[in-house]
């Protein structure tokens, strides 16, 4: 059964509250990487790997067409969101709880999760870490309101965080 989130989550001290955007359908054939991963465990050379995974290319492409098919019959004109092939293999529709509960017994589909938008409330994290304290040092880690140095801010400073938020476990 599809479970479906009705209040916010906590985590330790930060609450993060969740909107269901329709739902992702998960196919059973393996996604890119999961069969790349499979294949450099098995020691196969790049060659074959590049190949295998073309094929794979080839039949996630056919099994994405035949389920928009089949779930267009069941469902009608169903709103597609988004098409998965890389990490997972699947698509996200925007459909109700009872739409996805239709779809989840079709042949295909592996699994179906709530496709959720989440948001982070800062309030209680930057106190947590201390991250006032660090706004007011310099470079030289001293108070720099009464150094009269610069404060550090990360001006100019570049970070990136690549969560795909995807829980292989």
């Known amino acids: 059964e599809l479970k479906v989130p009705t209040k916010p989550?906590?985590?330790?001290?930060?609450?993060?509250?969740?909107?269901?955007?329709?739902?992702?359908?998960?196919?059973?054939?393996k996604s890119l990487v999961e069969?790349?991963?499979?294949?450099?465990?098995?020691?196969?050379?790049?060659?074959?790997i590049q190949s295998l995974l073309s094929e794979q290319e080839t039949k996630i492409n056919s099994?994405?067409?035949?389920?928009?098919?089949?779930?267009?019959?069941?469902?009608?004109?169903a709103e597609i969101l988004r098409e998965y092939s890389k990490v997972i293999n699947g698509i996200s529709l925007n459909i109700s709880y009872e739409e996805a509960e239709k779809i989840k017994k079709l042949d295909f589909v592996?699994?179906?999760?709530?496709?959720?938008?989440?948001?982070?409330?800062?309030s209680e994290s930057v106190p947590y870490i201390n991250a006032t304290q660090?706004?007011?040092l310099d470079e030289d880690r001293n108070n720099c309101t009464q150094t009269g140095k610069e404060c550090i801010t990360g001006k100019n400073v570049s970070i990136a965080v690549i969560d795909t938020g995807v829980d292989y476990t």
């Open 63 to 77: 099994e994405h067409e035949n389920a928009k098919k089949q779930i267009k019959n069941i469902l009608g004109d």
């Open 35 to 48: 069969l790349n991963n499979e294949l450099k465990k098995q020691d196969a050379s790049s060659m074959q």
């Open 9 to 29: 989550i906590n985590l330790g001290r930060e609450e993060i509250n969740q909107t269901i955007n329709g739902y992702i359908i998960e196919f059973k054939e």
């Open 110 to 122: 592996k699994d179906i999760y709530p496709n959720l938008q989440v948001s982070v409330s800062l």
């Open 134 to 136: 660090v706004w007011q």
